[in-house]
């Protein structure tokens, strides 16, 4: 029985294609593991996947609001 | 960053003047432009109305004809800084400020033809806040407002001016201020009389009005017969002979009321109470403003006034600003004629700078001495302009830095100056401790040495003793933002001093607790502009730069699985990044500069340093090996390079150094980095055409250290220096011989740093550079005696059973007791 999956084709530098690969240890979404650059995902958890990266991006962003004074 | 700052302006209204705080995030990343530090509202207004304005320049217009783009939901964020309703000026465009209503803000136009009038104006009434090249911040405060007062300006012509500046009417709740804090100052006045302190003034109803506040009335101390007599005798700081007012006799110079003012605190409180309620107290406050000018007439020739606890001081001047009659601390040195008279003067050779002239004319506007803050940049003169005010108020001075280093320092610029003898100079730290001969003379002595109340050897003790007895003339203090620190306060309240002068490059502290140095010391008098004086040339044109540096996957990896701390080690270890480093070391060695490394985490010191072969000095480098390092890198050719730890953050003085490199730092502290970048403004050769210093920062990209590094250079950026940033350094990939440049080393590197412990992580911590800078550097390595087991850390464990059954069992439900106890444990159990 052939199974068809939606994959999204993902094009990242290589940190965040570490993030990434650590998020997939979490839970599996990483259809294939092209390169250094280049990934297939599985697109349902495309949403999630985005999150999580802007999230990450947000914390190593100054804002400038967070200034004491 | 264009595009939601237009759709934030579309939505603030058809004149598009205020702007929503939608620019402020993006402020940060456009990292090199002119990012403003947005601390708070209006000015992330007005850096995002500068950026829309020359983005639309070629329209023609300012910012009146925006197109209309979808709103980004910044309606909620506008609702407290709408000030749509506010209207311009026809003529506005000639007019170079705006007045935000709320925060008392100002925003100058620093490229208006008028700027420079306008910014002499601002400078003499307002604090500046931030001033980068086009668009300057400047903040209206209580104490900015008293200065400014103080050097003549009336009320009206304050207003008068602001409005003509204005690009609209002034507010008015600006008005409102303005009045507000400029009519009630001078009323009350703070005098040292015989190391006591007394509150001052020439209305009885204000003195009234005070103490029926009850923060001062708990303060309050009441006068003893002995008191009395010198009270009454020639006043010190007016020339009006002050007597005894109702206020200070009402109801306590009666016999009885002489033990009442041993009675606790409430007793007090309630007596002063008793005291209000029999006096005079029709008069409302109100009236009193009204009629003070009668008043000033009837005052002449008395003086009121009550003693308050020196260990309440500051409260009882917080409370005072609190409720609008802020005293003013203000020394009337030439009519001292108690206090002996230090002589001291400048040299005949000693000429001071004009921007020092002009500081120092803020602190003696009137002839008298006021207390405050003077803000120079490091290598500025902040020394000379101390040593000047010491020179103007001639009496016995008292001079605080923070090591033993910075005090042989100021001995130094003392004698160098000044006409002052060297046994007028006294030195009291933990090495030596002198005392100057005659009546007068300066005391110079560390924060910590005066703060530190126990273990004291009986020598200190009987020193700090005599320093609290003298009424000092002038309290210096060297690097003041540190005197908030809690243990540093108690020195300002303890030692009577006339007037205090603090001196730093860097007001800004991590914690909220500079405000605190109003009280502590005084409101900010003076403020250099870095910028102005780097035009001038007394310090040097510095190019700022971050260098972002792409993790290595592998890195990136360790960096996302390790804990917090070691994630430092790991980010800062980056092979790129010492690559970059040792590209940048080589690019600017062969251009003939002398470069200072800055790696303040002492693992990654170590292994960058000696990676590239490279001297360092760190906290515990012993005090001959640091004077040849730096020896060597002053005088030697062949050495061009050296790398630092904290230590090399303050009191370094290499004119040599013209590039400076900082690899890691303190987190994001704002005050490092400006320290750091203080070391090369002295740079000797500043005065080079065309020459410039370098500051590169390097950073690892997608890691905590890219927020750090942001809020480092907000205070710089205050400043007016722009921090370019570069992603990618030019010819990096020719230099083939750079390190770790292949897989295989990378891999390496990665894995002793991961060996690496926990506390190789840690910054080195600040109390064993401070103390080492001092002394000349303790053992680092301890021996003794220790037992194999010690050593192991098996010495500490004990054998412990942990099974349920056992033990726990055992205690609840005791098999078999003695019979002793046997009818005690039955009786419990019931």
Redesign the interface.
């Known amino acids: 029985m052939v199974k068809a999956v939606k994959g999204t084709f993902i094009e990242c530098?290589?940190?965040?294609?570490?993030?990434l690969?650590?998020l997939n240890s979490e839970e599996k979404f990483i259809i294939e593991d092209l390169d250094?650059t280049h990934l297939f995902i599985n697109s349902t958890h495309l949403e999630r996947v985005q999150r999580a990266l802007d999230e990450?991006?947000d914390?190593?962003?100054?804002?400038?609001?967070?200034?004491?004074? | 960053m264009s595009k939601r700052e237009l759709s934030a302006s579309s939505a603030a209204g058809e004149d598009g003047r205020k702007r929503a705080?939608g620019g402020?995030?993006n402020?940060?990343?456009s990292g090199g432009a002119v990012p403003?530090?947005?601390?708070s509202a209006s000015e992330?207004e007005a850096e995002a109305e500068y950026d829309s304005q020359e983005e639309l320049k070629s329209d023609g217009e300012d910012a009146d004809g925006v197109a209309g783009v979808a709103g980004d939901g910044s309606g909620d964020l506008l609702s407290e800084h709408d000030y749509s309703w506010m209207r311009l000026k026809p003529d506005h465009e000639s007019r170079p400020l705006w007045i935000c209503p709320r925060t008392k803000h100002i925003i100058l136009e620093a490229f208006s033809p008028i700027a420079e009038q306008a910014i002499d104006f601002l400078i003499a009434i307002s604090e500046p806040v931030s001033r980068p090249t086009h668009i300057h911040e400047y903040k209206l405060t209580q104490f900015s407002l008293h200065a400014a007062v103080s050097v003549g300006l009336s009320t009206t012509d304050i207003i008068e001016v602001l409005n003509r500046l204005s690009k609209m009417a002034v507010p008015p709740d600006v008005t409102s201020f303005i009045t507000q804090c400029t009519r009630s100052y001078g009323k009350v006045k703070v005098v040292i009389k015989q190391n006591r302190l007394f509150i001052e003034s020439g209305h009885p109803g204000i003195l009234q009005t005070l103490l029926r506040d009850p923060v001062i009335a708990q303060a309050r101390v009441f006068p003893d017969a002995d008191t009395d007599g010198t009270v009454s005798k020639d006043g010190i700081i007016t020339q009006r002979v002050p007597q005894m007012g109702d206020i200070t006799i009402a109801g306590t110079q009666k016999p009885g009321d002489k033990e009442k003012a041993a009675a606790s605190a409430k007793d007090i409180a309630a007596t002063a109470a008793k005291a209000e309620a029999g006096g005079d107290l029709d008069d409302a406050v109100a009236e009193i403003l009204d009629k003070e000018d009668e008043d000033e007439d009837d005052a002449e020739g008395t003086v009121h006034s009550f003693e308050i606890h020196r260990s309440k001081y500051e409260d009882v001047r917080k409370r005072c600003n609190e409720i609008d009659y802020p005293m003013i601390e203000e020394y009337d040195f030439r009519n001292d004629r108690k206090n002996p008279d230090l002589d001291i003067d400048l040299k005949p050779v000693t000429t001071i700078r004009s921007y020092q002239e002009i500081s120092l004319s803020k602190m003696f506007s009137n002839g008298r001495a006021r207390s405050g803050i003077i803000v120079l940049p490091c290598g500025a003169g902040k020394t000379l302009v101390g040593i000047t005010a010491a020179c103007t108020i001639r009496k016995s001075v008292l001079c605080l830095c923070t090591s033993s280093v910075s005090v042989m320092q100021w001995k130094q610029q003392f004698l160098r100056w000044s006409t002052i003898k060297e046994e007028q100079i006294a030195i009291f730290t933990s090495d030596t401790k002198m005392r100057f001969q005659g009546d007068a003379g300066l005391v110079i002595t560390t924060f910590s040495m005066v703060s530190n109340q126990r273990k004291l050897s009986a020598e200190s003790k009987k020193m700090l003793e005599f320093l609290s007895s003298i009424e000092w003339g002038l309290m210096l203090l060297d690097e003041v933002h540190v005197t908030p620190a809690n243990m540093f306060r108690s020195v300002v309240s303890r030692i009577p001093a006339h007037s205090k002068l603090g001196l730093t490059a860097t007001l800004?502290r991590?914690?909220?607790k500079?405000d605190d140095l109003n009280f502590l010391i005084g409101p900010k008098l003076y403020e250099a502009n870095w910028m102005d004086l780097a035009n001038k040339g007394h310090i040097a044109t510095v190019q700022c730069a971050e260098v972002w540096c792409?993790?290595?996957?592998e890195f990136?990896?360790a960096y996302?699985?390790e804990a917090s701390k070691k994630r430092l080690l790991i980010y800062v270890m980056n092979p790129n990044k010492f690559r970059a480093c040792q590209y940048l070391i080589r690019f600017h060695e062969e251009r003939g500069d002398k470069i200072i490394v800055f790696v303040d985490n002492v693992y990654s010191l170590k292994a960058y340093a000696i990676t590239l072969g490279k001297p360092f000095i760190y906290g515990a480098t012993s005090q001959s090996e640091r004077m040849r390092i730096l020896d060597d890198f002053q005088h030697n050719p062949a050495v061009r390079t050296i790398f630092l730890s904290k230590v090399g953050d303050t009191s370094l003085d290499l004119p040599e150094a013209t590039c400076l490199i900082q690899v890691s730092s303190h987190y994001g502290s704002r005050r490092q980095e400006a320290q750091r970048l203080g070391r090369i403004l002295r740079a000797s050769r500043r005065n080079d055409e065309g020459f410039n210093a370098f500051f590169y920062s390097l950073v690892s990209?997608?890691?905590?250290e890219?927020?750090y590094?942001?809020?480092r250079q907000?205070f710089l950026i205050d400043q007016g220096y722009s921090f370019k940033v570069i992603t990618h350094l030019e010819g990096i990939e020719d230099c083939r011989d750079l390190v770790y440049g292949d897989l295989e080393s990378q891999k390496k590197l990665l894995h002793t740093v991961k060996m690496a412990s926990e506390a190789d992580a840690a910054l080195e911590s600040k109390a064993t550079d401070g103390a080492r800078a001092g002394s000349g550097g303790a053992a680092a390595v301890r021996r003794g005696a220790g037992s194999l087991k010690g050593l192991s850390g098996a010495s500490n464990m004990a054998y412990m059973e942990t099974s349920g059954s056992g033990r726990r069992a055992a205690r609840r439900e005791p098999v078999e007791h003695h019979p002793l106890f046997k009818r005690q444990f039955y009786n419990n159990k019931k």
């Open positions: 530098d290589p940190a965040a294609r570490e993030v690969l650590r250094s990450l991006m914390a190593n962003t100054y804002k400038a609001s967070n200034l004491p004074s | 705080r402020e995030e402020e940060s990343e403003g530090n947005g601390s992330a800004v991590e914690d909220n500079i792409d993790m290595t996957p990136y990896k996302l699985e990209k997608d890691t905590q890219m927020v590094s942001t809020k907000q």
